[in-house]
Structure formats: C-alpha cells, structure tokens
C-alpha cells in the first residue's frame, strides 16, 4: 500500500532521501479542522490510524487517518480548562485526557463514545496522565502526574485513588513502558519507578540538563529514557548501573550562524518520541524543526525544514510509517507573544523506509 499516494515519486528519490541528511517535509499533510487554540498533546492509537489531540481550547478531538494522508473526525470530549495531555488504553478502546481544571476524564469508544467520566482528581492541574498495565495481573490502570507535587495511581473500577507517591516538585512530564515509569519534576529531579513496587522511587535523581525539564519519553525496550530540556540539549539515560556508561547527552535545536562558534539562539525541546519498530527517536522544538536520530550510534539520521512555527507535540502510529507533529504556540515567550494569526496545525509527515533506521555499523576490514 501506498501512504499517502505516491510517496517520494521515484526510486532515485527514494535513494537520495536515504542518503542525504536534510529530510523533505514538502509533502506533508495537514489534519483536517485542527483545533482553535495551541496543541498541548498528540497520541496514535496503538490498534488504529486513529489520533487523539489534547488542546487548549478545553477539548480532546480524535481523528481518523487514512492511506492517502486524508483525516475525519470521530469523536470529541471536553474538560472544564485547558487539556495538557492525552492517551490510549493498550486495546485502543478507550481514551483519557488530563488538564487544568484537575480532572482526567475517560472516553469509552466501546461503549459508543458519547459520555465520558472522571476517573481521576489532583489538588492542582494534572499535567501528564499515562495508561499502564499491572504486571501481576494485566488489569488496566491509570497514573496522573499533577502540579500538587504527586503522582497517583488509579483502578478505573473505583472512585478513590489506589496509590498515592509524594514527588519533590510539580510533576512537569511522565511516561510508562512495561515495568518503567520516569517522573520528571520542576527544579530537574527525574524519578524512576518500577511498576513491580509502584509505590517507591528505584532511583530519584537531578537531571543531568542543567535547565528545566520539558519532556521525558522512555525506549522502546524499556532499558532507559530520553529527556529535553529548554535549553536544547536532550539527554539518554540508561537504568541500570551496567548501562550508565552509556549515557550521553548532545545539544539540538539551536541556531548558529554561519563561520561562528556559538549558538545565537536557543530552543526548547518540547517533545520526544521513540519510532515503535526501529527504536530511534525525534525530537522536535520551539524552532519549528524536527530530527530523527540513532542513540546507538550517536548520530543524527534526518532534520528537517523549519515548518513555520513552534512543533509543541510528537507521535508515530503503531507501525511507524506515520510521524505526526503539532505547530502551535508553545507559550516560550509568555502571554504578550501569543497571536491570533500564529499556526494551528496538525501534520502528518509519511516515514520512508529508510529515513527511521537505525546506522548501520562500519564493516569490519
């Protein structure tokens, strides 16, 4: 099959795509009634080519994506303030958003997709919200990071939260893959939780980045995570003390003139995400560009053009031939910067075969 129609047009365009570094986002297609104000969060589904997008217009829209690149919408919900973040339950059948007004509520497409429920509550907005699994038994559960300084635990069975861990500052991004759940909070700390003791930190640490946490995502194979910071570096931290001499961090983002040694301006990396077969990783930020990159090999795969506005959110389908980014203001610069006519957009950028995979080693003489 064909994604979204003919692609890069030739073999010899598909043979220049892989051997040069600068990627071709000239083809990329936009969503279809994007929301009205700035995108906080993108999620794919991981059963369907369905999207679901979390904005600041208090509403979770979800999309349905075909072949050709073409978007409808199929279902929306709406939160009481701004949605900060958005995701799908494992069996795709259900969709929980979290946000401002310090609830997370739930959309059960199953059941027909019209009603939605609180199934969770903060003391203060709930920044990041994360469906997970139990290990012991597989039940579904949530986890809500909130800006009061905790993380909680919760059985959609039930109305109270199941588990309740103190974090040392407002929770600022979170993920879960597997076992792994990482907490990143303001003032740089990064708690690692393995879902086995879901109430314990296994390790509670600063932030290598010197500045503030913006995102956090973890691998693939759920032996460590990425981290992006305001001041455009992203950092590759590895659990387990055998690994740590793998971490790393590189600066990204960043402009710098030509014939001079420093950067003149600095970006945010507002999002990571790790591409599901390959185990890269983009990165996107305030510059309005996005990259592709190896961890392994420490090596930057792709970068792309600068698509006229801040890229606030990430996601790749399940089988990773579909990357979508959001362009909307990210709020870097405060209130006074904001603009009815700044860019709401949602696109959808068509993976090549190569432009995600991996280097491969240098062949041995």
């Known amino acids: 099959m064909s994604l979204f129609g003919s692609g890069s047009g030739s073999a010899s365009a598909a043979n220049n795509s892989a051997t040069s570094t600068v990627g071709d986002n000239s083809k990329d297609v936009a969503v279809t009634m994007p929301p009205d ?30 072949s050709q690149g073409g978007s409808q919408g199929k279902a929306m919900f709406e939160h ?23 609830a997370a509520r739930l959309l059960d497409l199953q059941a027909g997709g019209s009603q939605t429920r609180q199934v969770a509550a903060h003391d203060q907005p ?16 949530i986890v809500t990071g909130s800006w009061d300084h905790s993380i909680k635990y919760w059985d959609l069975r039930t109305q109270n939260a199941v588990a309740t861990v103190g974090c040392q500052d407002r929770v600022y991004s979170l993920d879960v893959r597997d ?5 990143a909070t303001a003032d740089r700390y990064v708690d690692v939780i393995t879902l086995n003791d879901p109430t314990k930190f296994y390790k509670a640490m600063q932030s290598p980045l010197k500045w503030q946490t913006r995102c956090v995502s973890c691998f693939t194979d759920a032996s460590g995570y990425a981290m992006g910071s305001i001041e455009g570096r992203c950092g ?6 055998k690994d740590q001499h793998s971490n790393f961090s590189f600066k990204c983002h960043r402009e710098t003139p030509p014939n001079q040694r420093d950067p003149i301006n600095v970006y945010s990396v507002n999002a990571i995400s790790f591409h599901p077969i390959h185990g890269t990783f983009s990165t996107a930020g305030s510059d309005g560009t996005w990259h592709f990159w190896d961890k392994d090999a420490k090596h930057r ?17 399940r089988t990773g031939d579909i990357f979508a980014y959001a362009i909307s203001y990210d709020w870097s610069k ?8 700044y860019p709401i957009k949602i696109m959808l950028h068509a993976v090549g075969p190569d432009e995600c995979k991996p280097r491969q080693p240098p062949r041995r003489r």
């Open 179 to 183: 076992k792994l759940l990482v907490v």
């Open 126 to 141: 709930i920044r990041c919200v994360r469906f997970f699994e139990v290990p012991a038994s597989g039940s579904p559960m």
């Open 334 to 341: 405060g209130f006074a910067h904001n603009s009815q006519n």
């Open 236 to 241: 590759i931290q590895y659990i387990e003390e």
């Open 80 to 102: 009481e303030g701004p949605v900060l973040d958005v995701h799908w339950s494992k069996d795709g059948t259900k969709v929980v958003g979290a946000g401002a007004d310090k």
């Open 301 to 317: 795969l792709k970068g792309y053009p600068a698509v006229g506005g801040a890229i606030t959110a990430t996601s790749f389908n």
């Open 37 to 66: 104000d700035s995108i906080q969060d993108i999620c794919f589904s991981p059963q369907s080519e369905h999207l679901a997008v979390a904005s600041w217009d208090k509403k979770v829209r979800i999309y349905e994506i075909n």
